[in-house]
């Protein structure tokens, strides 16, 4: 009796594919990480990973803005002590 199926690795994911050549369809066998739970783990991996990212770009931007902070305090100080009269554009001709 002749088997009217062939089982074929998918070239892109790895999967194995059952092709049935009396109709023609194809359909895929499950793999090892195939599910719900296992695409539940995947969600929940690239959720963390997108968190950690975020928090360290929070933290990143935090200290930029404290050291913009510090600069515009020294600078304030700096213009405090300079007395001396703003130059005119019109003194410049």
Known sequence: ??????????????????IDTRTGKVRAQPGKDSGLDALLQKQKQESDRLT?????????????D???DDLFKQAKE??????????????LE
Do not use: N, Q, Y
């Not at 950690?52 to 930029?64: I, K, M, P, T, Y």
């Open 1 to 18: 009796m002749t088997r009217h199926v062939i089982t074929v690795p998918c070239p892109c994911c790895g999967r194995f594919l059952e």
């Open 66 to 68: 404290s050291e913009l």
């Open 52 to 64: 950690d990212l975020f928090d360290g770009a929070r933290g990143a931007e935090r200290e930029r």
């Open 78 to 91: 700096k213009s405090k002590d300079d007395r001396d009269k703003p130059r005119s554009p019109f003194d």
